[in-house]
């Protein structure tokens, strides 16, 4: 059998859709057997007392954690969600992709599981992921036709952003540092004026709150001091939270997995 034609014969399997699949049920036994740690109790109690904002974070954890927890009152149903935002942030980057290579993006998926294994748990990581992946999916619909639609769903992920994690906002501000001409669109402007439509109700929740949320991490945090082992700990795992050995790996492996995956 050539080359070519193995090609077009893996091409023809469903390896995403099964990855998926693995994922789930993998993350599903994860969840429910995996005790549930301070941090996401802590959560939990966000989604008991649903509001537009608390002290250290917008609201979006608290609504997914009160979406599943509402369903399966335990710990499979408080993580459930954002296992499913996981995998919806694969499914939304490759889709973004202009081209499609399923074995390669799931490989790079299952190099980064550092990443992905956390997103299993309540984090408010996980939504602010899968929205900047909409961000960017939108903006590059945007760039080749800015018309009013895709300008309010570019603006809306904006705002899902922001209400998912603050700091999140940086990719927005990079993303229009790189591409100053943005501003020259009428259609920016329309983005600007929806995302701050869309972020009404927190801003004014942070302004009956005094802005508790600004001054408490400008101010008010204790974990934020310096020291030299954090430093070496953030640079030293950097190789294995973006999985650069499983990358190596695949490079020299992939054809022996694609006639693997062939057979199978």
């Not at 034609?5 to 995403?16: A, C, E, G, I, Q």
């Not at 904002?53 to 608290?62: A, C, E, K, R, S």
């Not at 296992?83 to 399923?102: E, G, H």
């Not at 229009?176 to 920016?188: E, G, Q, Y």
Request: charged share 15%.
């Amino acid at each position: 059998m050539t080359t070519s034609t193995l090609s077009r014969s893996t091409d023809t399997k469903p390896v995403f859709a099964v990855f998926l699949i693995i994922w789930f049920i993998v993350g599903l036994i994860q969840n429910y057997f995996t005790e549930v740690s301070g941090e996401e109790a802590y959560y939990w109690l966000f989604s008991q007392y649903l509001d537009w904002g608390y002290l250290d974070h917008p609201p979006m954890v608290g609504v997914l954690s009160y979406m599943g927890y509402t369903l399966i009152p335990n710990a499979l149903g408080l993580r459930l969600w954002f296992l499913i935002a996981n995998m919806l942030t694969l499914v939304v980057i490759r889709k973004t992709l202009a081209k499609k290579d399923d074995p390669l993006f799931v490989w790079i998926a299952l190099s980064a599981v550092a990443v992905h294994a956390g997103a299993f748990l309540v984090k408010t990581d996980v939504p602010l992921i899968l929205f900047e992946a909409l961000f960017l999916y939108f903006y590059k619909q945007y760039l080749e036709d800015d018309n009013w639609k895709v300008s309010v769903l570019l603006a809306l992920s904006i705002a899902l952003i922001m209400l998912s994690k603050h700091h999140g906002f940086l990719i927005v501000i990079f993303t229009v540092l790189s591409n100053l001409k943005l501003v020259l669109r009428k259609s920016f402007w329309l983005v600007v004026l929806a995302t701050v439509v869309f972020m009404i109700p927190h801003t004014i929740w942070q302004f009956n709150h005094d802005f508790a949320t600004i001054k408490f991490h400008l101010y008010n945090r204790i974990d934020m001091g310096f020291s030299w082992e954090s430093l070496a700990y953030y640079v030293g795992i950097q190789p294995v939270v973006f999985g650069r050995p499983v990358l190596w790996s695949f490079t020299h492996c992939r054809g022996f997995l694609e006639q693997a995956w062939f057979r199978f």
